[in-house]
C-alpha cells in the first residue's frame, strides 16, 4: 500500500504544481486591482518572491494615486534584492527614495540601496570598484540616519569592506616584493610600495609585516646597486630598522630584520675599508 501512495506522488506533486501556476496565471490576467495587490502581498509573506515581484509589477502602474502605492514600490525593491538581484534592486531603492523622500520606508530603502552594493562586492583578490561604491553608499546612510536601528550592522559592513580594501592594497604591495625573485628591479618597487601602504594604513595590523618586508627590501635593493650607490641604501636600511624596533621591540621579525641590519652593518664597514684604495686608484 505505502509503495503504492508513493508511485502517485509525483503525479499528484504536478498537479499541485499546475494548479499554482494556473492561480497564478489568472491573476495576472485580471483586472482586479485589490485581489491581485492582496495576491501579491500574500506571495510577499510566502517568500514567492518572483511571483510577488511579477504581480507588483504590473501593478504599479494601475496603482498611483492610492495608498498602496508607496508600500508597493518598496515591496517590489525588495523583491529583487531576495532574489539576488542586487544591482537591480539597487537601482530601485535609489527610485523609491528619490519618489518617496519622506516615506516611512525610505531609511530602511537607503540602507537596503547600500545592502545590494555590499552583496555585488567581490572577494578581496578581484577590482575593489563595487565595494568602494557599496562603503560610499553606507557612509551616505550613516550620515542620513545617524540614530537608525540599522547603524550597528552597518558600522560592522562597513568595517568588513574596509578591511578588504585594505587587504587589496597590502596584498598588492606585496606583490612587488614577491617580483623581486624575478627581477632585481623591483626591489626600489616593492620599498616604494610598501611604504605607501603604510602611509595610506596608519592603524593597519599589516602595519608590522609591511615594515619588515620593507627592510628587506631596501636591503636587497642596496645589495644589488653600484657601489657608489650602496652606503647610502644601506644607510636607509639602518634607519628603517631603527623605526621597526621602536614601533615593534616584540615583533616576531625582530630576529630577521636584525639580520638585515648587522649585514648592513657589515657592507657599510666593509665599503669604508675600500674607500682609500679607490681614492688611490683614482689618483694615480
Known amino acids: 500500500m505505502t509503495q503504492r501512495i508513493l508511485s502517485f506522488l509525483p503525479l499528484l506533486l504536478s498537479v499541485i504544481l499546475l494548479s499554482g501556476c494556473g492561480k497564478f496565471n489568472k491573476l495576472m490576467k485580471s483586472d482586479d486591482v485589490d485581489k491581485k495587490y492582496a495576491a501579491a502581498l500574500q506571495y510577499y509573506e510566502e517568500k514567492e518572491y518572483d511571483k510577488a515581484g511579477s ?17 508597493a514600490n518598496f515591496l517590489y525593491a525588495n523583491t529583487k534584492y531576495h532574489q539576488g538581484l542586487y544591482l537591480e534592486s539597487s537601482y530601485h531603492f535609489i527610485s523609491f527614495g528619490q519618489t518617496f523622500p519622506r516615506s516611512q520606508y525610505a531609511e530602511e530603502a537607503a540602507y537596503m540601496n547600500a545592502k545590494s ?16 561604491q557599496a562603503m560610499s553608499a553606507l557612509q551616505e546612510f550613516m550620515r542620513r540616519y545617524p540614530e537608525s536601528k540599522f547603524m550597528p550592522e552597518a558600522n560592522s559592513v562597513y568595517d568588513e569592506l574596509a578591511y578588504k580594501i585594505e587587504l587589496k592594497a597590502f596584498e598588492n604591495a606585496k606583490l612587488n616584493h614577491k617580483l623581486t625573485k624575478y627581477d632585481p628591479q623591483y626591489f626600489k618597487a616593492a620599498v ?36 657608489a650607490k650602496q652606503r647610502e641604501r644601506f644607510l636607509e636600511v639602518i634607519a628603517f630598522y631603527q ?22 652593518l657589515k657592507e657599510i664597514e666593509r665599503l669604508k675599508k675600500n674607500e682609500p684604495a ?3 686608484a683614482t689618483n694615480k
Do not use: C, W
Open 55 to 71: 504581480l507588483l509589477e504590473d501593478l504599479m502602474p494601475l496603482l498611483k494615486g492610492r495608498s498602496e502605492y508607496e508600500r
Open 117 to 132: 552594493l555590499v552583496n555585488e562586492s567581490p572577494s578581496h583578490n578581484l577590482d575593489q570598484q563595487n565595494t568602494v
Open 192 to 227: 616604494v610600495a610598501l611604504e605607501n601602504f603604510r602611509r595610506d594604513f596608519p592603524s593597519s595590523s599589516f602595519n608590522e609585516e609591511a615594515a619588515y618586508l620593507r627592510i628587506d627590501a631596501q636591503h636587497s635593493y642596496a645589495k644589488q646597486s653600484i657601489e
Open 243 to 264: 623605526a621597526f624596533v621602536d614601533a615593534y621591540p616584540q615583533s616576531k621579525y625582530l630576529r630577521a630584520a636584525e639580520g638585515l641590519y648587522d649585514s648592513s
Open 278 to 280: 679607490a681614492a688611490t
